[in-house]
């Protein structure tokens, strides 16, 4: 389903709340901007799609508070740089599901 992500091998949904939690702690409120990248849905049928939510940029946010990893797959690598430098901050902090899965991601 597009509101699940993989951890382990397993399909897992804590991706959409912890998604919703950045939302409601970023201005849940204001207007919110999806945008694209060159494919609109990866080969699992999946959305594909950088959200801003007023000046936060959604995906980062959830990969710098370990949240979620930054996977960028060709062609699809438009903010690949910077969710990687997102990630390293995470990993480096021991932040989310790099404090609780040390050593197995």
Not at 42 to 52: A, E, F, I, K
Request: hydrophobic share 40%.
């Amino acid at each position: 389903e597009r509101d699940r992500a993989l951890l382990f091998g397993r399909q897992i949904a804590v991706g959409v709340e912890a998604a919703r939690r950045v939302l409601r702690r970023h201005h849940a409120g204001d207007a919110r901007r999806q945008i694209g990248d060159v494919e609109a849905v990866d080969r699992y049928d999946r959305w594909l799609r950088y959200v801003y939510v007023g000046d936060t940029f959604v995906n980062a946010e959830l990969v710098r508070t370990g949240h979620a990893r930054a996977v960028p797959i060709k062609p699809n690598t438009r903010y690949a740089a910077e969710l990687y430098a997102a990630m390293e901050s995470a990993r480096s902090a021991q932040l989310g599901l790099w404090g609780v899965c040390r050593g197995q991601l």
